[in-house]
């Protein structure tokens, strides 16, 4: 089985490409985020697939059914291996991009994201969403999958609930991943790599523990053995 991590290439295209060339594609994947895609566009992508990278394309797409499947159907174009869209968006632009992935011929995964892992329930409740933030979760996802998506971006802290309660074969994507002495940064719910892959992640995306590294791809390894 392929490495569950994902790192997260937030920063500029040149060294993005440059961190891309000191890591092994068989031993993760990578993300590209708004940051880097802003700046570097499709080219960056293009070379990523061209190091043997697969690229997860993280930019919550959040519109108008027509404009999301646009981006999606431009998305596919690139080659990723995985694109997200924002759960929150609704039933009909969940089905849409569902929809324009199951026509293509070669399919990303689509995953849903569900609630950020920079929010709580304080947060929630200030947006004007009352209920507890994994009770928003499971909703959120029970419609992703309803929708024919094969997964959702979640928090490490409702793992154990959506391992409970989805399909066995639905996936789950993981950020705020971080070492028991790592700096929480501005993300809340949060976890080590190990704990969640025990409690059902299938993947988890890491980013500064490794691209800020001296070595990082002795990072890799190093996270690799304790999960």
Do not use: Y
Request: one cysteine or more; charged letters at 25%.
């Amino acid at each position: 089985m392929k490495s569950p991590i994902i790192v997260a290439l937030d920063m500029g295209p040149n060294n993005a490409l440059d961190l891309a060339k000191e890591i092994d594609p068989q031993e993760c994947r990578v993300k590209v985020g708004s940051q880097l895609f802003t700046i570097g566009g499709p080219l960056v992508i293009e070379k990523l697939n061209d190091l043997g990278f697969d690229v997860f394309l993280d930019l919550k797409f959040h519109d108008i059914p027509n404009t999301v499947r646009k981006a999606v159907e431009a998305t596919i174009k690139m080659g990723v291996w995985m694109l997200n869209i924002h759960s929150l968006g609704g039933k009909e632009m969940l089905r849409v991009a569902h929809e324009v992935i199951e026509k293509a011929s070669i399919k990303p995964l689509l995953v849903g994201v569900t609630v950020l892992t920079s929010l709580n329930d304080k947060a929630l409740k200030e947006v004007g969403l009352d209920h507890k933030t994994k009770d928003h979760v499971l909703l959120l996802a029970k419609l992703c999958e309803t929708e024919g998506l094969d997964g959702v971006v979640c928090s490490p802290n409702e793992l154990s609930i959506l391992r409970e309660k989805m399909h066995k074969n639905f996936l789950l994507v993981t950020p705020g991943i971080r070492s028991e002495e790592a700096n929480k940064d501005d993300q809340k719910r949060i976890s080590t790599a190990a704990s969640a892959i025990s409690k059902g992640a299938n993947f988890v995306v890491i980013g500064r523990e490794i691209t800020s590294h001296n070595d990082p791809k002795g990072k890799i390894k190093q996270i690799l053995e304790t999960v």
